[in-house]
C-alpha cells in the first residue's frame, strides 16, 4: 500500500520501510561481512523483532486509525476534538515503534565491527536522485489535488463557495509541496547522519521530532479544511465529498504509515 508522502524515508532505506534494518539489502550483505555465526544470528534476531513490529504497526493503522479516521469523517458531528484524541493516540504508537527502530539501530551497531559496519553500509545506503524523488511526491499531491477539487466542484453548488473550496484544496496541494521538500531535505540529513560507525541516540532525536512536527502540521491542515468544507457542503451532498477526502486521510492521516 502507498505509504504517502512519508514514503520519503522508505524510498531512502530501500524496500519500502522507515529504518534500514528491513533494506532487503541488509541482511544479503550481513552474511557477506560479518564472518562470525554467533553475531550473525543475534543480528538475524534483532530485524526479525523489527520486521514483526512494523507488520503490527501496520495492522493496527489498516484496520484501527485508518477506519476511525474514515468514521470520524463521514459522520458530520464529529468534532475537532474527535480528530485530535485519534490523531493523538496514533502518534504515540508511530513514536514508540520509531524509538523501537532506533534502539535496534543502535543493537545492530553493536554485534557489527567498524570495518564490517563500513562495507554494509556502501551496499546498503544507496541514496537516489534527489529530483526524480521529488517529482513523484509532487505529483501525487497534484493527484489528490485534482481528485479532491473535482468533487468539491460536484457537491458544492454555488459559486461562491466552489472559489473558497478551491482556495482550500490549493492550499492543500501548496502544504503537501513544502512538507515534500522538507521532507526530502531531512531525510538527507538523517542518511548522513546514519552512515558513521559511532553515534547516539541525541544524534538521531531532533530528526524524529522534526519528522512528527512536519507530518502533525500537515494532517492538522486537512483536519481544518474537512470541517471547512463541510460548511460549504449541503448537507445531503457530504457523502459524496467525505468519501473522496476519506482518501487523503488515508494518504497521509495515519494510513501514511502503510
Not at 55 to 80: H, I
Request: with cysteine; hydrophobic share 35%.
Amino acid at each position: 500500500m502507498i505509504i504517502g508522502l512519508l514514503t520519503l524515508a522508505y524510498i531512502l532505506f530501500g524496500g519500502g520501510n522507515e529504518t534500514f534494518l528491513l533494506n532487503p539489502n541488509l541482511k544479503s550483505n550481513v552474511n557477506k561481512y560479518v564472518t562470525d555465526k554467533n553475531r550473525k544470528t543475534e543480528i538475524d534476531q534483532v530485524i526479525k523483532q523489527v520486521e514483526k513490529n512494523q507488520a503490527n504497526f501496520q495492522k493496527q493503522t489498516k484496520k484501527v486509525y485508518d477506519k476511525k479516521l474514515v468514521a470520524l469523517n463521514m459522520n458530520r458531528l464529529s468534532t475537532m476534538d474527535d480528530f485530535k484524541q485519534e490523531y493523538d493516540s496514533f502518534y504515540l504508537g508511530l513514536i514508540e515503534l520509531q524509538n523501537g527502530f532506533l534502539d535496534s539501530e543502535l543493537k545492530i551497531r553493536s554485534l557489527i565491527h567498524p570495518n564490517e559496519w563500513d562495507s554494509i553500509m556502501n551496499k546498503v545506503l544507496k541514496q537516489p536522485a534527489k529530483e526524480k524523488i521529488r517529482k513523484n511526491l509532487i505529483g501525487e499531491n497534484k493527484k489528490l489535488h485534482d481528485k479532491l477539487l473535482n468533487v468539491c466542484n460536484k457537491y458544492i453548488p454555488d459559486t461562491a463557495g466552489k472559489k473558497k473550496a478551491r482556495v482550500l484544496v490549493d492550499g492543500y496541494e501548496n502544504k503537501g509541496d513544502t512538507l515534500a521538500d522538507a521532507f526530502l531535505d531531512l531525510n538527507y540529513q538523517y542518511l548522513n547522519t546514519l552512515r558513521p560507525y559511532k553515534v547516539t541516540r541525541q544524534d538521531f532525536e531532533p530528526q524524529r521530532a522534526k519528522m512528527i512536527e512536519l507530518r502533525r502540521n500537515y494532517t492538522g491542515y486537512l483536519v481544518n479544511m474537512r470541517f471547512q468544507l463541510m460548511e460549504l457542503t449541503p448537507e445531503k451532498e457530504w457523502e459524496g465529498l467525505a468519501k473522496e477526502l476519506n482518501n487523503n486521510f488515508t494518504y497521509m492521516g495515519a494510513g501514511a504509515s502503510k
